[in-house]
């Protein structure tokens, strides 16, 4: 299976997508990207850390035409990425209407526990696309 996880700026949620679909599913051919770059947020990366998942090396990248047209399934994790990403006859697609991390408020604690619940809830997701 190919699968590609969009957001619009592929910092959070669709790197974490992509991490955990790498590990859960090692014979998918799996990418994240976005509409831009907004680089990798370091607290995604952290709180996948704490998961056992490694996603420091990833980078933020926009949408690859190509590696669209080849995929199985596309998954949208915001609705931006939902309504501009280019659709692809014979391409399935699923929207997860996570909320984005990046977005969260008040001190390290409370915006870690943010990242941390979209975290278990990608996996979640991610675990049943099996």
Known sequence: MQIYFLCTGNSCRSQMAEGFARAL???????SAGLEQHGLNP?????????G????????????PAFLAGC????????DA???????PGVARLHWPLPDPAQ?????????TVFRQVRDEI??????LA
């Open 72 to 79: 199985d399934l596309v998954v949208t994790l915001c609705g």
């Open 82 to 88: 939902r309504d501009r990403c280019p659709v692809v």
């Open 53 to 64: 998942i490694d996603i420091s090396r990833q980078t933020s990248t926009l949408i690859d």
């Open 123 to 128: 996996r979640r997701r991610v675990s049943a």
């Open 43 to 51: 607290l995604a990366t952290q709180v996948m850390a704490e998961a």
């Open 104 to 112: 969260a408020t008040g001190d390290q604690a409370a915006r870690l």
């Open 25 to 31: 599913h090692p014979a998918w051919r799996v990418a």
